[in-house]
């Protein structure tokens, strides 16, 4: 195959529409608001994006069908401002491939008469935190108010290290190519996959964007995983001196 290939699965006809990505990273939160707001909306699949720049390797999926790994973009009809939106479970492996394929993306956005660019992502806190907020960053000064009024959070110099892979180069690469690019980012504490972190993001961009989206299904993951913590805590504290679990063991 060549280097990377871009499938037209179908057309649409969006209205003032914005691009989204949501792509494998810190918490998955990106991940995890990409697919939420695929799996709820109105939405067609319009392109999928194949590169050697993506890992080796296939997906196996009912009755053992193989697919080559690759992402897709999705066109999402809303109330509000129509949406372009990536997602897949993969990045590119390397720099100059993170660079090839995010050029791809802003590509397509440039096709379907994209001008607003929104990356989404995490920003690890190392810690277990209650309330989740939102960090932001933008390809323009001037883009940060609106963003500020919705309740994003500007603070210097974080996340420390940048921003990487698509996300960033979304922001990098889109704000030299014309395209208003700004990256949301929820708090998370890094170690899990973290769905109350994604939907603090989604109530961000339902707010920019005007469109709403039925929240059950991420409620239903955020609960399922608050179990999985808990559980967590509970091996790392482990059983009190002279409870029962110890005297199990005393012969």
Known sequence: MQELEVETVADADLTNPVFVEGLPGVGHVGKLVAEHVVEEGESTLVRRVYSEHFPPQVTVGDEGVAELAHVEVHAVETEGRDLLVLTGDHQAQENAGHYRVTDAFLDIAEEFGVSDVFALGGVPTGELIE???VVGAVSDEALAADLEEAGVEFRSEEPAGGIVGTSGLLLGLGGRRGFDAACLMGETSGYLVDPKSA?????????????DVDFDALDERADEMEDVVEQMQQMEQGPSPGSEDDLRYIG
């Open 131 to 133: 309330e989740y907020g």
């Open 199 to 211: 939907k603090a993001v989604l109530e961000v961009l339902e707010s920019l964007l005007g469109f």
